[in-house]
């Protein structure tokens, strides 16, 4: 039904689980979601602001972006922290897989931990306008908790992050 560089929508006449006909929609998505969690020696982290077209409304998360399937998603990884931040991570560690929609999307995101940071001029691609924001990580486990960060990949990434902190295995 549509078609672009990211996205192809797909209709189905399917059966349903009582044999009737009915209809299904599929959002392929060509690329992997990834996720980068920065996180420094003294727990600070920094997140990307932005207003995302789709919501229609300003949101803060974790630094994110696409990944070409069929490429090492850490090395896709590795140019997303730097483009968004400027930020390049010597220790990076796979946090969690996570499917962001599964009932309409085939949409995989990847997300990871990066530590070990060096420092440089961020480079964000022309189409986007972003906000970079180094804040302690138990503020961002507070804004995620408080509902003001919703971003599927950055919950996800927190939570873990902090359960894994607080188990004493990261």
Known sequence: MYNNPWIELTHFEVLNPSGNPGIYGK?????????????????NTWIVGQ???PLNQYSW????GGGKIGIDPLVSAQRELKEETGIVAKKWTELLRVHTSNSVSDELGIIYLAKDLKFFE?????????????????????MVMKGEITDS???AA???AKLLLDSGKL
């Open 153 to 155: 990949l950055s919950v």
């Open 158 to 160: 927190v939570l873990k």
């Open 51 to 53: 207003f995302r077209f």
């Open 61 to 64: 998360e974790i630094p994110e």
């Open 27 to 43: 959002l392929h998505f060509k690329n992997l979601a990834l996720g980068i969690l920065p996180l420094d020696d003294q727990m």
């Open 122 to 142: 961020a480079e964000p691609d022309e189409d986007e306008e972003l906000y970079i924001r180094k804040i302690p990580f138990n503020e961002l486990v507070d």
